[in-house]
């Protein structure tokens, strides 16, 4: 296992992060896992063990029970408290009330508490906003975050599933205002998805931003229990009753015919290709791997292991690749011409080298 320093922090993560969304399984949840006390135990201890010493969760996560789970965990495996980066997310309803919902000041501020107690800590790793709040003006949210890190509840703060503009214009503000600022931008991202790759990522290079993948197996469209021809997926997945998040069914045959290609040259399962390759993503920090089985799980872990060659990721890269879209294809047609100057490099030149010397 190899390990990350998070954005601009000194704090070191796994490069695979186990996930906790089939942990509970209260309410809506259950589609995605009902796992119990035992087993979650088994899927933490097995992760520890491997080296993974990054664990995510949120508030909402089977109406809270994923993070008790994960605290009851933690307290029956006996691990040092400073050897586990704990996360967690605020942002969605955890009540009836009116305020129970949003990033207020108030809401924040109650459900770092909230989510301390169930979780049995004094502090979470990281906090981070779940999405967009279009009531409350995003330096409040802010405000109120730098007073959870200055409180001691939380060592640093992220955001997950926030358009580039809003989530650097929170940066800017907590610069200027010398607040804590946000370290991290867990998103989605995978073969079957790559939409980050026009503004987050950019964004995440320019400010040092770490980026935590979620649903990097497309919610079990990567998987390998999904056939290019017939998209539709076998009876029992979990897109027959939760078909999210959403895929560009046209562009979906060519990744999974890519992705089961690579599989049968390297003997590898297709999901362990699709996470590798993740990891062959330079901007990535740390890769969010879900299981409801100590076997998937095991599956997924080994993916750590796993060196693609260069022309495996080509392969992927080409499967999967973005639409031009503006204003990207404009960018690259204006700064085609490398100025006269001998050896000069175009955009694209420059981006690629970037993104090899990263």
């Known amino acids: 296992m190899r390990y990350k320093l998070l954005g601009k922090t000194g704090l070191y993560v796994s490069e695979l992060c186990l996930g906790t969304m089939t942990f509970g399984g209260k309410g809506f949840w259950q589609v995605i896992g009902a796992l ?124 997950s599933n926030l358009p580039a503009w809003l989530a650097m214009k929170a940066i800017g503000f907590a610069q200027a205002n010398g607040l804590a600022r946000f370290e991290s931008a867990q998103v989605y991202y995978s073969l079957a998805g790559r939409d980050i790759e026009r503004e987050i990522v950019p964004l995440a290079q320019s400010e040092g931003i770490a980026i935590l993948p979620w649903s990097p197996l497309a919610g079990g469209m990567l998987s390998g229990k999904f056939d290019p021809e017939r998209p539709g997926g076998p009876d029992g997945a979990r897109r027959a009753s939760f078909d999210f998040p959403p895929v560009d069914r046209a562009r979906l045959p060519r990744v999974l015919g890519a992705l089961r290609e690579v599989a049968g040259a390297t003997g590898l399962s297709v999901a362990r290709v699709a996470l590798a390759w993740q990891l062959t993503r330079p901007f990535v920090t740390s890769v969010i791997i879900g299981a409801k089985t100590r076997e998937q799980l095991a599956d997924n872990l080994a993916a750590a292991e796993v060196t693609l060659s260069p022309e495996n990721v080509k392969q992927l890269d080409e499967a999967s690749a973005l639409p031009p879209e503006y204003p990207g294809w404009m960018l690259e047609w204006q700064n085609r011409d490398t100025r006269g100057v001998p050896g000069g490099q175009t955009v694209a030149d420059r981006a690629r080298q970037h993104q090899t010397n990263k």
């Open 36 to 159: 119990g006390t035992s087993e979650v135990e088994a899927l933490v201890g097995t992760s520890l063990d491997s080296g993974v010493n990054f664990i995510d969760t949120a508030d909402v996560y089977a109406e809270g029970e994923s993070e008790r789970l994960v605290g009851a965990a933690l307290k029956a495996l006996g691990r040092p408290r400073e050897q586990v980066v704990v996360a967690t997310k605020v942002r969605g309803r955890v009540g009836p009330g009116v305020n129970q919902i949003g990033l207020s000041r108030a809401h924040i501020l109650a459900s770092i508490d909230a989510s301390l107690q169930r979780l049995g800590l004094d502090h979470v790793d990281l906090y981070q906003i779940h999405g967009v709040d279009p009531v409350t003006p995003i330096e409040e949210t802010v405000r109120a975050l730098d007073d959870v890190v200055r409180s001691g509840k939380a060592r640093y703060v992220g955001f």
